[in-house]
């Protein structure tokens, strides 16, 4: 049996139980019932066919997971560290065991190819260990001597929390924000994005077989504009981190307004891989195209503007059009797939708009432009072509907009200025990527491009204890290490007086 065949057998395998019952919600330690709730159907991006349906969370199942997970705090708050450490190392394992499960069934469910998706798995436990090894030391603060008084900080964590993550790697960036949250002491609430909802269910059953207390972990299925909203005006819920849109990011700002609560923003990129001639050709190459064409393109660090120094731009052009053209677009669960299907129809339907936008701004469409027809694929789906746009400039609507799947917007410059000023003439701000042979070069650039990230002669490359986030419409915040542990805890200042201070004396000896 090929790969493939294998993959699909065992993928329906874990997907049979998704088929057969509403997938409903995890709240204060049990599924909730799927008698009589509203639910919809759950579309699988390879043929659009449904793979099950799942409960539409309404404001009073929302009330019921926060109440949840404000009773559970106290509780939580009080476990130690090292006990809390203990259970996020169980759950690290726990996921490592069903790494297969989550990777297969997040194939078939947002359309990633299994290739990216098994890694996905792994850093998902990754990132519970990490922040399980942190946990006993979330508390720690700074001492700040005076010359009568010592001051010291100490960390709390905030209260419950709610987490909203989008449908592009919905289970490692699901772990990426509850794993910190669970260390610090803080409880949650889960809000997976609708069209990719099903290995938030698989987080929430090893969060049970994990030891995690009822009501400390709480996962709500549902549609951002209800169930998201609810969870954003909810008053026990002091914090919230969104991954999402740049508007989603605004909406929950003003949904958070009345109630205060501290947002924590990771949004859209429109980000730029500027290649100077002298950079590392190969290198460079390689690295362009996995920035834009693994996971779809459906990546908030992708390299959606590649910006090509004149004096290589002719050499690198064709050797980027020749491996745009070899790429693999096929099913997911195709061992050798690189590219698979979008997210959804209408997400497809918005990729395919820029290639006319493109036409009409003057671009030229060098690969690609269209929909992805072959034998391997089912015509239902949403693949689309990988596609180079070439011959445009910066004004241009593919090089200003986040088209947020497997196309890329080339521009050329000519002088290192004019490189910083295409790269900051934008409004997004999470990623910046530089290749260059030159040290003085890769210095200057990284110091003058306006983002939150810059990689210097590398693709994205995480490393955990590093600040992950963008500036301008990007977003708010960190995430990563402590950076993490400072958006779910509060910091507390501790004053003692050393005893030799003078306490002003009122009312006294008029
Ligand atoms: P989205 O903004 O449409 O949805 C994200 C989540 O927000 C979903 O769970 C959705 O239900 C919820 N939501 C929508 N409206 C809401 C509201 N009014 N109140 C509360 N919740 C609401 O994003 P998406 O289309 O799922 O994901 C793609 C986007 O995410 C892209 O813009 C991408 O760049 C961004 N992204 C950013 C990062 C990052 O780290 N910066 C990482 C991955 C994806």
Not at 4 to 20: G, H, S
Not at 151 to 165: D, K, M, Q
Not at 497 to 502: E, I, Q, S
């Amino acid at each position: 049996m090929s790969d493939l065949n294998n993959n699909i057998k065992l993928a329906e395998q874990y997907l049979q139980r998704f088929r057969d019952n509403i997938t409903t919600h995890y709240i204060n330690g049990a599924w909730t019932s799927a008698s009589g709730v509203d639910s919809f159907d759950n579309l699988t991006p390879i043929d659009n066919s449904p793979i099950g349906k799942i409960a539409a969370g309404r404001v009073e199942d929302i009330d019921a997971a926060c109440d949840a997970a404000e009773a559970a705090f106290t509780g939580w708050r009080n476990t130690s560290g090292a006990e809390r450490k203990k259970i996020l190392i169980r759950f690290a394992d726990l996921i490592e065991k069903r790494a297969e499960e989550i990777a297969l069934v997040e194939s078939v469910d947002c359309g990633q190819a299994i290739r990216f998706m098994r890694q996905a798995a792994v850093r998902g436990a990754a990132n519970f260990r990490f922040f399980a090894d942190k946990a006993p030391e979330a508390a720690n603060g700074l001492s700040l001597y005076q010359a009568e008084h010592t001051n010291f900080t100490v960390r709390t964590p905030i209260g419950p929390v709610g987490i909203i993550t989008p449908w592009n790697t919905p289970f490692m960036l699901s772990t990426w924000k509850i794993a910190p949250a669970l260390a610090a002491g803080c409880t949650v609430v889960h809000k997976p994005a609708e069209l990719s909802p099903l290995t938030a269910s698989i987080l929430a059953e090893v969060s049970e077989e994990a030891g995690i207390p009822p009501g400390v972990w709480n996962m709500v299925n549902g549609f951002g504009e209800t169930a998201g909203k609810r969870l954003t005006e909810h008053p026990a819920i002091k914090a919230v981190a969104l991954v999402g849109e740049s508007r989603t990011g605004s909406m929950i700002m003003k949904q958070g307004a009345d109630t205060l609560k501290r947002m924590h923003l990771e949004l859209g990129g429109k980000n730029p891989v500027i290649v100077f001639d002298d950079a590392d050709f190969e290198r460079a190459l390689d690295a362009v195209v996995f920035m834009i064409y693994s996971l779809n393109g459906q990546r908030c660090t992708s390299s959606s503007r590649l910006i090509i120094q004149s004096g290589i731009r002719e050499r690198f052009m064709q050797a980027l059009v020749e491996r745009v053209k070899n790429l693999r677009v096929g099913h997911p669960l195709d061992p050798d797939t690189e590219v698979g299907p979008l997210i959804h129809s209408s997400h497809k339907e918005k990729v395919l708009s820029y290639m006319d936008i493109a036409r009409e701004d003057g671009a030229d469409i060098t690969v690609g432009g269209g929909k992805y027809a072959g034998d391997n694929v089912d015509a239902a789906g949403n693949y689309v072509q990988p596609t180079l746009f070439t011959n445009a400039d910066n004004a241009m609507r593919i090089a200003r907009e986040e088209i947020f799947g497997p196309v890329l917007t080339a521009i050329t410059f000519t002088t290192e200025e004019e490189a910083i000023q295409l790269a900051n003439d934008s409004e997004y701000g999470l990623a910046a990527y530089i290749w260059t042979g030159d040290h003085g070069t890769a210095m200057r650039m990284a110091h003058k491009v306006e983002t939150g990230m810059l990689w210097i002669n590398s693709e994205n490359n995480r490393n955990l204890p590093s600040p992950f986030g963008g500036i301008k419409m990007s977003g708010i915040g960190r995430d990563g290490g402590d950076y993490s542990f400072d958006f779910y805890m509060e910091t507390k200042n501790i004053c003692m007086a050393h005893g030799t201070h003078k306490v002003p004396q009122l009312g006294k000896n008029h």
